[in-house]
């Protein structure tokens, strides 16, 4: 069932209707980098929160025998763009709290600084800039709504392709878990009060 359908079964049964702009994902250069045949595929989730659906939108680069977080194409300490091309963005009808930061219902890139321990997850309210990290110039920085720190994991079985996945909610919390070659990170997320 289409995210579209989802929402408008939410609107006939009485649920409120999302306030989130637009949720379709963004293909920034489509004439550039075509969506199809892309060597890192646009790919997105939806979740729940609130009685509301969440999406995520991302591109997903695999590591091609490369060592990509902590090598040369994402070293720790760095910003990275958390996935490929386009930035990774939210849509929320909902206020949420991302990681420990507060934001109001809209639409948000997620950026992250990888690190061997935890990582620190960025909210920005930028959301057509190209994802690269040359491009969080500083008026995109500036448009910053906060950062917070989760902790990495190290996993057994190594993930070949970038995976951001949803894990079934704990009470009010949501964890987004961003997934690549041996690492694991969890991001809180839930319901703003």
């Given at each position: 069932?289409?995210?579209?359908?989802?929402?408008?079964i939410?609107?006939l049964t009485?649920?409120?209707?999302?306030?989130?702009?637009?949720?379709a994902c963004?293909?920034?250069?489509p004439?550039?980098?075509?969506?199809q045949g892309?060597k890192?595929?646009?790919?997105?989730?939806?979740?729940?929160?609130?009685?509301?659906?969440?999406?995520v939108?991302?591109?997903?680069?695999?590591?091609?025998?490369?060592?990509?977080?902590?090598g040369?194409?994402i070293?720790y300490?760095?910003?990275?763009?958390?996935?490929?091309?386009?930035?990774?963005v939210?849509?929320?009808?909902v206020?949420?709290e991302?990681?420990?930061?507060?934001?109001?219902?809209?639409?948000y890139?997620?950026?992250?600084?990888p690190g061997?321990?935890?990582?620190e997850?960025?909210?920005?309210?930028?959301t057509?800039?190209?994802?690269?990290?040359?491009?969080?110039t500083?008026?995109?920085?500036?448009?910053?709504?906060?950062?917070?720190?989760?902790?990495?994991e190290?996993?057994g079985?190594?993930?070949?392709?970038?995976?951001?996945?949803?894990?079934?909610a704990?009470?009010?919390?949501?964890?987004?878990?961003?997934?690549w070659?041996?690492?694991?990170?969890?991001?809180?997320v839930?319901?703003?009060?």
């Amino acid at each position: 069932m289409s995210l579209y359908a989802s929402l408008a079964i939410l609107t006939l049964t009485g649920a409120p209707a999302p306030t989130a702009a637009d949720s379709a994902c963004p293909v920034l250069l489509p004439n550039d980098v075509p969506v199809q045949g892309r060597k890192s595929p646009l790919d997105s989730l939806t979740f729940t929160m609130a009685k509301q659906t969440v999406k995520v939108c991302y591109g997903r680069p695999s590591a091609r025998g490369r060592t990509m977080i902590g090598g040369q194409m994402i070293p720790y300490g760095k910003l990275w763009r958390t996935g490929a091309n386009e930035p990774t963005v939210i849509f929320t009808p909902v206020a949420l709290e991302i990681a420990g930061v507060k934001v109001p219902p809209g639409k948000y890139s997620l950026y992250s600084v990888p690190g061997e321990k935890e990582w620190e997850i960025i909210v920005n309210r930028a959301t057509s800039q190209w994802g690269h990290e040359n491009a969080y110039t500083k008026e995109v920085e500036a448009q910053e709504v906060g950062r917070g720190k989760v902790p990495t994991e190290k996993l057994g079985s190594p993930v070949e392709t970038f995976t951001i996945s949803a894990d079934p909610a704990t009470g009010e919390t949501q964890r987004l878990v961003l997934a690549w070659e041996k690492t694991r990170v969890a991001i809180p997320v839930r319901a703003a009060s």
